[in-house]
């Protein structure tokens, strides 16, 4: 059986993916869900960069780990190397979708297509520029995303 590779995507790779690889991380270990967790940004723009502050300090507050992870870009390899991956919102999928080869292109899916009210809830909004409320619904979404994931099919060992 082979652990599952999952590739989180947002624009920046500093505030919602690497708060979701924290979550997913943490939850699957509780769960002993055996997969493996990435996080990436459509934009280069924030390589090298440790998670913005707010995240951090948001996502420390419930008791995630932020400790590891650095801003990168999506990389080419990325499509054959990862099972499933997934964007934060819409503008993230449209560009993952026109840079992914046609083999790999089932893998990317909307992050918040796990939520319990997807479609109502699709996106997970950018908090670049909100008040410490935007993070806050950042982790709400991600928190209700993850508790389905790790039951997902998708996720299990294959
Ligand atoms: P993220 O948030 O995509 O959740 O990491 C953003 C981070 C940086 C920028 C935009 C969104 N930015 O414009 O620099």
């Known amino acids: 059986m082979r ?6 995507v947002c624009l920046g790779n500093i505030c919602r993916s690497p708060t979701a690889h924290a979550v997913l991380k943490q939850k699957a270990l509780q769960q002993q869900l055996n997969i493996e967790i990435d996080s990436a940004g459509t934009s280069a723009s924030h390589r090298g960069d440790r998670p913005d502050s707010r995240s951090i300090e948001a996502g420390i507050a419930r008791g995630y780990n932020f400790s590891g992870l650095y ?9 054959a190397d990862f099972d499933l991956i997934l964007a934060m919102d819409n503008e993230n999928i449209a560009e993952l979708k026109r840079r992914c080869p046609p083999d790999h292109q089932h893998k990317i899916k909307l992050f918040l ?18 008040g410490s409320k935007g ?13 389905k994931l790790i ?6 060992p294959k």
């Open 3 to 8: 652990s599952q590779k999952v590739l989180l």
């Open 151 to 156: 039951m997902a099919p998708e996720v299990q």
């Open 135 to 147: 993070f806050e619904l950042v982790l709400d979404l991600i928190e209700q995303s993850c508790d």
């Open 113 to 130: 297509s796990f939520h319990p009210e997807y479609p109502s809830v699709a996106e997970v909004p950018d908090p670049y520029y909100s």
């Open 71 to 79: 801003s990168r870009p999506v990389f080419e390899q990325d499509f």
